[in-house]
């Protein structure tokens, strides 16, 4: 009986590298399909002219202006508040 027993053949060098490019095609092609999509996606990205840009800009900045100052008075107020308390 042990003479009749069947060998499992051994992978060669070539089956073992081709397995592994295998995987390696599988994660190229899912990389291949995500950078396919984010083009797709900057297709459909409707982007600002130079005056809109310029007003929006514009206006993040004088807000941004406002709101700090804003937060300066209330820190200061809070500021006065809490030593007065203190003292």
Not at 67 to 83: C, E, H, K, P, S
């Given at each position: 009986?042990?003479?009749?027993?069947?060998?499992?053949?051994?992978?060669?060098?070539?089956?073992?590298?081709?397995?592994?490019?295998?995987?390696?095609?599988?994660?190229?092609?899912?990389?291949?399909?995500?950078?396919?999509?984010?083009?797709?996606?900057?297709?459909?990205?409707?982007?600002?002219?130079?005056?809109?840009?310029?007003?929006?800009?514009?206006?993040?900045?004088?807000?941004?202006?406002i709101?700090?100052?804003?937060?300066?008075?209330?820190?200061?107020?809070?500021?006065?508040?809490?030593?007065f308390?203190?003292?």
């Open positions: 009986m042990a003479d009749t027993e069947t060998k499992i053949p051994e992978k060669t060098e070539g089956e073992k590298s081709a397995k592994k490019s295998g995987s390696d095609n599988k994660k190229e092609g899912k990389l291949a399909l995500f950078f396919k999509g984010v083009k797709a996606e900057f297709k459909k990205i409707i982007w600002p002219d130079r005056m809109t840009l310029t007003k929006q800009s514009i206006a993040v900045v004088i807000v941004s202006v709101t700090g100052g804003l937060i300066a008075v209330i820190d200061r107020v809070l500021q006065y508040g809490i030593n308390i203190i003292k």
